[in-house]
């Protein structure tokens, strides 16, 4: 599912300094942080966090062992995590997509990723948020908050896992007031699917919505 997790650990783990562009920042059992209204190039560390501040800008920020947190205003082009969390800040801006391995993935109120927002293990959650690429994920929650927006759909895919013995919990999907979801929504396992009767949403393959008033459906 994650196509792109070989290249990130590869990347982190053979860094060539030689080619790297001066505002690159790579890092092995460190943290990286750019100031707010700063600008860096290609964040990457290993057993570490990234932090970037509010107003800052960077071309993608990525780590193994770490979350990744992205201040209010903020741009990216993209970011990826192996075992660490993803917040991105109000207003925040991501040129293309966004990728955790085992983390969860908050979107604050404005925050636009362009790209698809993918994870595998982890909950997500999305207030007042746009995603133009679709959401695909496996096992955890999904919450598209009240007046958010996704295009491309939503997959959530089986799961394969060699570890899942037994009967696993099914993941809550929430659909919330006035949120709007193109495309299909598409399930490869058993979920509760809980749709606000003032969102909008495509066809539902694999789940039945349960209509839902007020601001949540009942826990």
């Excluded at 205003?73 to 040129?95: F, K, M, Y």
């Excluded at 362009?114 to 999305?126: A, D, Q, T, Y």
């Excluded at 919330?176 to 949403?201: C, M, N, W």
């Amino acid at each position: 599912m994650i196509r792109n997790t070989l290249a990130l650990l590869l990347a982190l783990g053979v860094a060539l300094p030689a080619f790297a562009d001066s505002s690159d920042i790579d890092k092995v059992n460190g943290s990286i942080q750019v100031e707010d209204g700063g600008s860096a190039g290609k964040l990457s560390t290993v057993n570490g966090g990234i932090h970037v501040g509010a107003n800052a800008h960077a071309l993608s920020a990525g780590t193994v062992n770490g979350g990744i947190e992205v201040g209010t205003g903020a741009t990216l082009d993209s970011l990826e995590t192996v075992n660490g969390g993803l917040r991105v800040g109000s207003n925040a801006r991501i040129g293309k997509g966004v990728t955790a391995v085992n983390g969860s993935i908050t979107l604050g109120t404005g925050a636009d990723v362009s790209g698809k927002l993918e994870n595998v293990n982890g909950g997500i959650r999305l207030d007042a948020a746009h995603v133009g690429g679709g959401i695909q994920t496996v096992n955890g929650d999904l919450t598209i908050g009240a007046n958010s927006r996704v295009e491309g759909g939503i997959f959530i895919d089986e799961n394969h896992s060699v570890f899942n013995w037994g009967v696993s919990r099914k993941p809550r999907i929430v659909i919330g007031p006035h949120a709007v979801v193109q495309g299909t929504l598409k399930f490869k396992r058993d979920v509760e699917l809980y749709v606000s009767d003032s969102a909008t949403i495509g066809p539902v393959e694999g789940a039945t919505p349960q209509k839902f008033s007020g601001d949540q459906p009942p826990q």
